[in-house]
């Protein structure tokens, strides 16, 4: 019987999952995902496998137990890893989970609420249905905790910034493993300043200098930074004021409608999908992807300021490993700062997560033999 891990990204709508050998290589050996959770559940057991009808009121736990069945017999789970997006100052490395380490995560849930309740959620169902297995959280925050102070801080009170409110920035998993990408095929570039961008339905960009994070684009919450495919990016704050006081929405109606209907949604007034608008040929599609560009081109010149100029680009996440198109624009706008390498890498983040997971286990002896 092989001892494995059993990654688990988990969103509102689909459970990416990963299962490796539990050696320091970590060998895949099945990886797949259940999608349209709520909608229409599809399951796939394998990466490009014909997709298996779900019921429609599929819930999270059956959706859980579909994974646990489609895994090889031969196989022992040694421990469960489950990406969290926000551990804030509370969780900056991986952490066994518990009951406590939970209801703490539950804390910063008005900080990611896009995410951290479906990345939580799977904890409890697995406490519930297999409270033999270890379970193990990683942080999209914690690439990013050792930044500064410059690049960490609002300029509030400090009443204000007692209570948390800073810059933590998010995508850690994706940038790690681009560090990661660059020690195996350019160590030289690794050693630099390289400004990173996970392009996707949430987008950031982060400068990386001798494999750490130096800034980033997103702050408090994974709203702020980039437009991104719902979430409006960075915005005035006296807009937010103005939405309140004025025009009278509610605190939920604000939240709806920066975290689910704006950017390229909001902007073209047709579709969050960048494939979707790139073949629209409307002027609001165009204009929304040139205005994702734009920014995104912007951040970027910000982050080699960060480190005092740059001699790489990397690009990672849905948009960013497949259109050449977005791409190209991007580095069209940063041409002012010289001609310099643009490399794509594909995000593992279920890879980074079985890494730590290893490496956490190992250094607590809980590493065993499954038989």
Same mark, same amino acid.
């Given at each position: 019987?092989?001892?494995?891990?059993?990654?688990?990204?988990?969103?509102?709508?689909?459970?990416?999952? *990963?299962?490796?050998?539990?050696?320091?290589?970590?060998?895949?050996?099945?990886?797949?995902?259940? &999608?349209?959770?709520?909608?229409?559940?599809?399951?796939?057991?394998?990466?490009?496998?014909?997709?298996?009808?779900?019921?429609?009121?599929?819930?999270?736990?059956?959706?859980?137990?579909?994974?646990?069945?489609?895994?090889?017999?031969?196989?022992?789970?040694?421990?469960?890893?489950?990406?969290?997006?926000?551990?804030?100052?509370?969780?900056?490395?991986?952490?066994?989970?518990? $009951?406590?380490?939970?209801?703490?995560?539950?804390?910063?849930?008005?900080?990611?609420?896009?995410?951290?309740?479906?990345?939580?959620?799977?904890?409890?169902?697995?406490?519930?249905?297999?409270?033999?297995?270890?379970?193990?959280?990683?942080?999209?925050?914690?690439?990013?905790?050792?930044?500064? #102070?410059?690049?960490?801080?609002?300029?509030?009170?400090?009443?204000?910034?007692?209570?948390?409110?800073?810059?933590?920035?998010?995508?850690?998993?994706?940038?790690?493993?681009?560090?990661?990408?660059?020690?195996? #095929?350019?160590?030289?570039?690794?050693?630099?300043?390289?400004?990173?961008?996970?392009?996707?339905?949430?987008?950031?960009?982060? +400068?990386?200098?001798?494999?750490?994070?130096?800034?980033?684009?997103?702050?408090?919450?994974?709203?702020?930074?980039?437009?991104?495919?719902? &979430?409006?990016?960075?915005?005035?704050?006296? *807009?937010?004021?103005?939405?309140?006081?004025?025009?009278?929405?509610?605190?939920?109606?604000?939240?709806?409608?920066?975290?689910?209907?704006?950017?390229?949604?909001?902007?073209?007034?047709?579709?969050?999908?960048?494939?979707?608008?790139?073949?629209?040929? $409307?002027?609001?599609?165009?204009?929304?992807?040139?205005?994702?560009?734009?920014?995104? +081109?912007?951040?970027?010149?910000?982050?080699?300021?960060?480190?005092?100029?740059?001699?790489?680009?990397?690009?990672?996440?849905?948009?960013? #490993?497949?259109?050449?198109?977005? &791409?190209?624009?991007?580095? =069209?706008?940063? +041409?002012?700062?010289?001609?310099?390498?643009?490399?794509?890498?594909?995000?593992? =983040?279920?890879?980074?997560?079985?890494?730590?997971?290893?490496?956490?286990?190992?250094?607590?002896?809980?590493?065993?033999?499954? $038989?």
């Amino acid at each position: 019987m092989t001892n494995t891990l059993l990654a688990l990204n988990a969103g509102s709508s689909s459970i990416k999952f *990963a299962l490796y050998g539990c050696a320091p290589d970590l060998p895949l050996l099945q990886k797949g995902s259940v &999608r349209g959770l709520g909608t229409t559940p599809l399951f796939y057991p394998q990466d490009g496998s014909p997709a298996l009808a779900l019921k429609h009121d599929l819930s999270y736990e059956e959706a859980l137990s579909q994974i646990l069945d489609a895994l090889p017999d031969c196989h022992k789970t040694q421990a469960v890893v489950h990406r969290v997006v926000h551990g804030g100052d509370l969780y900056t490395t991986p952490v066994v989970v518990t $009951s406590k380490i939970i209801q703490n995560l539950k804390t910063l849930i008005p900080l990611a609420p896009l995410h951290q309740p479906h990345n939580l959620h799977p904890m409890e169902i697995f406490a519930k249905i297999s409270p033999d297995i270890s379970q193990i959280a990683v942080f999209d925050t914690a690439f990013h905790a050792q930044r500064g #102070e410059l690049t960490k801080t609002f300029a509030l009170s400090p009443a204000l910034r007692s209570k948390g409110m800073k810059r933590y920035g998010f995508h850690g998993l994706s940038y790690e493993w681009i560090t990661i990408c660059l020690s195996q #095929e350019r160590p030289d570039l690794l050693k630099g300043r390289v400004v990173a961008a996970h392009l996707g339905s949430g987008a950031s960009v982060c +400068a990386i200098q001798n494999g750490k994070s130096v800034d980033t684009s997103m702050g408090m919450t994974a709203l702020d930074g980039l437009p991104m495919g719902t &979430r409006c990016g960075s915005l005035d704050p006296g *807009a937010l004021l103005f939405m309140w006081e004025t025009l009278k929405m509610s605190p939920h109606e604000i939240s709806h409608s920066l975290y689910h209907e704006a950017g390229l949604k909001g902007l073209s007034g047709i579709s969050n999908d960048v494939k979707v608008l790139l073949e629209d040929p $409307s002027k609001e599609a165009a204009f929304a992807l040139e205005y994702f560009i734009f920014k995104t +081109a912007q951040f970027m010149a910000m982050m080699a300021v960060s480190m005092g100029g740059v001699d790489a680009y990397v690009f990672s996440g849905g948009i960013g #490993e497949k259109s050449e198109d977005i &791409r190209r624009r991007i580095l =069209e706008h940063l +041409a002012f700062l010289g001609e310099k390498p643009s490399l794509v890498f594909t995000a593992d =983040e279920e890879k980074m997560m079985a890494q730590h997971a290893y490496h956490l286990l190992n250094e607590r002896n809980m590493l065993h033999d499954p $038989s």
